[in-house]
């Protein structure tokens, strides 16, 4: 048997585990069960001379069909979100002294004594939490700072590197500290200073997200309820959100270039709604998605959206650039 840093499939499926569900397969799909086998998982790789792909929710991500070389790392069992305890209160559950310096990525016990309401309340999530879920979360606990996320996929994990966000705002403004994998293979916490993240960019360099402290607001369940409902509500009105992409295909240009104009909007104008290549279409609901209609391959995605591309070009001067990551292409 092979010495894995962690559980391991061969020859795995990739298509199933992306939003898009197009793709081929990995030759070692590694599956970390915590953020220090995903560390270790990271490290393996690394030594092997493989380029590091991490599989999250799947979301924002083309996979070229065929098989994809080297091994993937999903964060799938890496799931764990809980609420963040400072130290002070650590003391209060009967800590000792010792846990002055004690991890905050690493849960605390009992949970259920927690006070009814903190003045700045935090959850930590693991890298492979589920966005929707952190959303479920905070609504339960009427924290308020994540409703723009409700219908957004994918991991908090992904979520975070690519600094996911819309007309709300963006993810790393909820954050309050990233713990990353860095390039030699240790974890190093960062600060949202440390980062000063951008558009569409954690600005994280090669660094592999392992969790994040997220910080809210105190509000009351029903108010981040309404307003989870309604940005649902907006997004179902405007977005595919009930059919299978990737997200968002395109980042939006620069509005001097664009005319102020989004990338869906540029798309919508040039007439390309509904183009169709094999299974695979620009969203009739928005120019910035593409649908798979069923049976799509990857090679009929990536053809649309370079058709889309050149349209874009030839009739506004405008390059789009892709938001989603490829892999294999």
């Given amino acids: 048997m092979e010495d894995w840093p962690c559980a391991a499939v061969r020859n795995a499926d990739l298509a199933a ?25 990271v490290t393996w790789v690394r030594e092997r001379g493989f380029e590091v792909r991490i599989l999250g929710g799947g979301a924002n991500l083309i996979i070229a ?14 799931r764990r979100a809980f609420r963040y305890v400072p130290f002070e209160l650590r003391m209060d559950l009967g800590g000792s002294r010792e846990e002055e310096e004690a991890d905050p990525f690493v849960e605390v016990q009992p949970r259920q004594h927690f006070p009814e309401s ?19 979360m905070s609504k339960r606990l009427g924290w308020s700072g994540i409703e723009g996320l409700a219908g957004v996929p ?51 360099g090669g660094a592999i997200v392992a969790g994040v402290v997220l910080e809210f607001e105190p509000s009351h369940p029903r108010v981040v309820d309404e307003e989870v409902r309604r940005y649902l509500l907006h997004k179902r009105q405007v977005q595919p959100v009930t059919e299978q992409s990737a997200g968002c295909v395109f980042k939006n240009p620069d509005p001097e270039l664009s005319g102020g104009r989004s990338a869906g909007q540029l798309v919508d104008e040039a007439g390309l709604k509904g183009r169709t290549r094999g299974g695979a279409q620009v969203s009739e609901k928005h120019g910035n998605f593409v649908v798979n209609r069923g049976g799509a391959t990857a090679a009929d995605v990536l053809a649309l959206i370079e058709e889309v591309r050149q349209e874009v070009a030839s009739r506004f001067g405008v390059e789009l650039a892709t938001e989603v990551k490829l892999w294999g292409v």
């Fill in 17 to 41: 585990r992306t939003t898009l569900k197009v793709g081929g397969t990995t030759p070692l799909l590694l599956e970390p069960g915590d953020p220090e086998e995903l560390r270790r998982a």
């Fill in 65 to 78: 069909d065929g098989e994809v070389p080297g091994p993937v790392i999903a964060t799938d069992r890496i």
């Fill in 118 to 136: 903190e003045p700045t309340p935090r959850l930590v999530a693991w890298a492979g939490a589920s966005m929707p879920g952190l959303v479920g």
């Fill in 154 to 204: 994918g991991s908090i994990g992904g979520g975070v590197a690519m600094n996911a966000g819309g007309s709300w705002g963006d993810l790393w403004d909820a954050v309050e500290r990233v713990r990353v994998i860095d390039e030699t293979g240790e974890f190093k916490d960062l600060l949202r200073a440390d980062c000063q993240p951008s558009y569409r960019n954690g600005n994280l």
